[in-house]
């Protein structure tokens, strides 16, 4: 797993902990609505992020142009 991938379980795990414990503490049901909102919105801004720094291809591994 790189760098991103353990930030995005690391904070998903979190998130999840504390719904969690709201869970049981028996916290309001607008507390784990925006919890769990929160958790899906940060792990695919950071899934979105990744996929855009993604590697292109440099001009020297692109096949030449037929002739």
């Known amino acids: 797993m790189d760098r991103d991938e353990v ?3 690391s904070v998903s795990g979190g998130l999840m902990a504390i ?3 709201g869970f ?10 925006f ?5 899906l919105l940060g792990v695919f801004d ?3 992020q990744r996929q855009a720094r993604a590697p292109r291809k440099k001009r020297s ?4 142009p037929a002739r």
Do not use: E, M, T, Y
């Open 61 to 64: 591994q692109r096949k030449p």
């Open 7 to 9: 930030i995005v379980w």
């Open 24 to 33: 049981f503490l028996n916290a309001g049901l607008w507390i784990h609505a």
């Open 19 to 21: 719904w969690f414990v």
């Open 46 to 48: 950071l899934l979105a």
């Open 35 to 39: 919890l769990i909102a929160s958790c």
